[in-house]
């Protein structure tokens, strides 16, 4: 497997970058999570685009043109045949010395791109549904660290993940500041009632997934309703349907939430016929290579 470091490949073993690096001091840098689908990389375009917008809110220069970059991330992917990949493109502060300031890091942003196999959710998870929990660690306050900001500073959702893992669950959802429901730790949450669509809006602290977005657009296609609306922990339990969405995961069934079963206890029909849509749209767009 190759690894692209600032430029070139290096063997997986040889992908090294500085100690002194913000992005391992600090968690100083920006990332993004893509996935490719038989040649095709699935919102490439969209994906650059929020790296950059994560990139301009914290003051990190990529030092990079996004053709240019997308071209990088292509020519990974071509570099190691890799027809399904999960790529991992970070960018962090670059070298500096053991202090915050970001002054000394100055002009020297590492660009690494992994590509791999993607590593799929058992089937089991995608015929049953998950079952999940709301765990005591809330998302960041938008106040203090945006969760818009894809950042290498993911502590916050680790905690409500060892927290999840601790009750018996797989996946967490994290409430915001307030005690509404924001997200869960690596994917977006949806809800179904009376076949109308809900999803938390972005000032919850929400991430305006990619994978979030393909869905809203999706239903809006087929006429369904939807809403990007506040949302309580009593209005998950009473959903007809809950699902969570991300690049890794796409569309995934939940089943039961903090001990409650949503719906009949199986996953959703609108749910299913999503999830179907989804699949044929990431084998028809996206950029080859
Ligand atoms: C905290 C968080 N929420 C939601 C998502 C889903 O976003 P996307 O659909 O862009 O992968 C991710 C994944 O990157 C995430 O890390």
Do not use: W
Not at 11 to 30: E, R, T
Not at 124 to 130: D, H, Q, S
Not at 185 to 190: K, L, Q, R, S
């Amino acid at each position: 497997m190759k690894v692209y470091v600032n430029g070139k490949f290096y063997d997986k073993k040889d992908a090294k970058i500085s100690v002194f690096d913000h992005g391992l001091l600090y968690g100083d840098g920006v990332f993004e999570g893509i996935r490719s689908y038989s040649r095709l990389v699935f919102k490439l375009k969209e994906h650059i685009e929020r790296l950059y917008e994560s990139a301009h809110s914290i003051m990190l220069d990529i030092p990079m043109a996004k053709e240019k970059l997308i071209q990088a991330v292509l020519s990974t992917l071509k570099e190691n045949k890799l027809n399904d990949a999960y790529i991992r493109l970070i960018v962090t502060r670059g070298e500096g010395d053991l202090g915050l300031d970001p002054r000394k890091c100055s002009g020297k942003a590492t660009i690494i791109i992994i590509t791999d196999r993607i590593a799929l959710y058992p089937e089991k998870f995608y015929k049953e549904g998950l079952v999940i929990i709301t765990v005591p660690t809330i998302r960041n306050i938008p106040e203090a660290l945006n969760p818009q900001i894809k950042s290498l500073n993911y502590l916050n959702n680790i905690l409500a993940k060892i927290e999840a893992i601790n009750g018996g669950s797989d996946e967490a959802i994290m409430l915001d500041h307030l005690g509404y429901v924001a997200e869960c730790t690596g994917d977006n949450i949806f809800i179904v009632k009376r076949d109308h669509l809900y999803t938390p809006p972005q000032c919850m602290g929400t991430l305006r997934g990619i994978t979030r977005d393909s869905v809203l657009d999706i239903a809006r296609n087929n006429k369904i309703p939807v809403h990007e609306h506040v949302l309580t922990r009593h209005e998950l339990y009473i959903s007809d349907e809950c699902f969570l969405t991300g690049t890794a995961a796409e569309i995934i069934p939940v089943v039961k939430v903090d001990g409650r079963k949503i719906g009949n206890g199986k996953p959703g029909k609108l749910t299913l016929s999503l999830m179907k849509k989804f699949r044929e749209l990431t084998k028809k767009e996206g950029v080859k290579y």
